[in-house]
């Protein structure tokens, strides 16, 4: 437990804005959750309710909520509630600075200004660059690391994490950083949670899939913004043992799926079990022995939702049949009943994550042709979209700022 003399009062108003800031980060595009409009009815009374706790060292994390997703693939999540993600952004923010100035370039996951298209751009230059603009030969080696999330060692997550902290933070409030960093790390999400769902919506989700299942001391739970985050700072070491340790200049990756490009095939085929080697011997991690794929560049890449040939970046069949289905989704509900406001928030977060992705490639008239077709036309009374079909907005939105 932290010591509370450590702490004087300038530290607890810096903690009180920092929390505070972190409210305004965690409610975007959360605004209109149940979850989100409790804390926001008693919105000084709950973040000063946290600022006590975590001054005084009594926080710990609450219930989560536990489902399963089928899209884009499918898997476990578990929602935290509403006031502990407003800790985990602020965790986030204070370590984020300190970890962009330690990534490499080319992870992409969960960093302002990268993401995912960033990736498929950098795939797509690799594979112009080491091929000479498709003058000459090279290869394309992608990887996967089997059931990543369930197997994290959380004990080596903490102990980097600590060190890491240790070495490069320098605020006043380091103390009360390192004891939330060990509470999110090693809380234990299974306990005590709240099921969303069947239990038969678990059937057919592999064991390395689910939290439930994952070894002793294993497992970050996916949905939490420190999972994501603290999954990179995880995979940082692969990063440098590929770019530093085996000098390859044609190297990314998002999350766990990563892709080397080199002119040698011979020489990435070599390359399979030293990465097997490493990840099982530092990082207690396996490679995924069904998703290797060692091709040459002109077969094409399937990257992060794309496929990606000699210039031409293809939207996947998979982007497309999810997005059909999500309309689908968005129609059955409408037949049944009057949209709510939290309804409004699901079709615009839904449809406009589909249409973000979409729209950096040629599809205008496959979303032009699915949104006109599909949709049903009740929508159309409560959304509009702007004429390049890149985005949804709600019209009652829109006439309540005119008037």
């Known amino acids: 437990?932290?010591?509370?003399?450590?702490?004087?009062?300038?530290?607890?108003?810096?903690?009180?804005?920092?929390?505070?800031?972190?409210?305004?980060?965690?409610?975007?595009?959360?605004?209109?959750?149940?979850?989100?409009?409790?804390?926001?009815?008693?919105?000084?009374?709950?973040?000063?309710?946290?600022?006590?706790?975590?001054?005084?060292?009594?926080?710990?994390?609450?219930?989560?909520?536990?489902?399963?997703?089928?899209?884009?693939?499918?898997?476990e999540v578990f929602a935290a509630d509403f006031r502990d993600r407003v800790v985990h952004h602020w965790l986030i923010n204070k370590l984020n600075?300190?970890?962009?100035?330690?990534?490499?370039?080319?992870?992409?996951?969960?960093?302002?200004?990268?993401?995912?298209?960033?990736?498929?751009?950098?795939?797509d230059h690799f594979i112009k660059e080491c091929s000479e603009n498709y003058t000459k030969p090279c290869y394309l080696l992608k990887l996967d690391i089997?059931?990543?999330?369930?197997?994290?060692?959380?004990?080596?997550?903490?102990?980097?994490?600590?060190q890491f902290i240790n070495e490069h933070y320098r605020e006043n409030d380091k103390g009360l950083v390192l004891e939330i960093t060990r509470k999110i790390i090693f809380n234990q999400p299974t306990q005590h949670c709240i099921i969303?769902?069947?239990?038969?919506?678990?059937?057919?989700?592999p064991k390395n899939k689910s939290l439930f299942h994952s070894p002793p001391d294993c497992g970050l739970p996916i949905g939490n913004l420190t999972s994501q985050v603290f999954a990179n700072f995880y995979l940082h070491p692969l990063d440098i043992?590929?770019?530093?340790?085996?000098?390859?200049?044609y190297y990314g990756r998002y999350v766990d799926d990563f892709i080397i490009v080199h002119c040698d095939k011979d020489y990435l085929k070599s390359l399979i079990g030293k990465i097997s080697n490493f990840l099982h011997s530092t990082l207690q991690l396996t490679l995924h022995p069904k998703k290797i794929y060692l091709q040459q560049y002109n077969k094409g890449l399937k990257f992060l939702g794309t496929v990606i040939k000699p210039n031409r970046i293809y939207i996947g069949n998979r982007t497309k049949g999810n997005f059909y289905l999500a309309i689908q989704q968005q129609n059955k509900l409408i037949e049944h009943r009057t949209p709510q406001k939290e309804d409004y928030a699901h079709f615009i977060s839904s449809m406009n994550?589909?249409?973000?992705?979409?729209?950096?490639?040629?599809?205008y008239k496959i979303r032009k042709k699915m949104i006109h077709n599909l949709l049903n036309p009740t929508w159309w009374k409560h959304m509009s979209i702007h004429r390049c079909y890149s985005k949804?907005?709600?019209?009652?939105?829109?006439?309540?700022?005119?008037?």
């Not at 038969?200 to 989700?205: I, K, N, P, R, T």
């Not at 994550?353 to 599809?363: D, N, R, S, V």
């Not at 949804?392 to 008037?403: G, L, M, S, T, V």
Request: aromatic fraction near 14%; hydrophobic fraction near 35%.
């Open 1 to 75: 437990m932290i010591q509370l003399e450590l702490f004087d009062h300038t530290d607890r108003t810096r903690l009180s804005e920092d929390l505070f800031s972190a409210y305004f980060d965690c409610r975007k595009n959360k605004r209109n959750t149940l979850n989100a409009l409790k804390f926001e009815k008693h919105l000084e009374r709950n973040v000063f309710e946290l600022i006590d706790e975590i001054y005084l060292g009594t926080y710990n994390p609450g219930k989560s909520i536990a489902f399963v997703v089928t899209k884009p693939v499918k898997r």
């Open 97 to 123: 600075p300190l970890f962009e100035n330690w990534f490499i370039q080319n992870s992409y996951a969960c960093r302002e200004g990268k993401g995912t298209h960033y990736g498929i751009q950098q795939a």
């Open 146 to 162: 089997q059931g990543f999330f369930m197997h994290i060692n959380r004990k080596t997550l903490y102990t980097r994490l600590t």
């Open 196 to 205: 969303k769902g069947r239990k038969a919506d678990w059937e057919g989700l």
């Open 241 to 249: 043992f590929i770019t530093e340790d085996l000098g390859i200049n």
């Open 353 to 363: 994550a589909y249409l973000g992705i979409m729209k950096h490639y040629k599809t």
């Open 392 to 403: 949804f907005k709600r019209i009652n939105k829109i006439r309540n700022k005119i008037r």
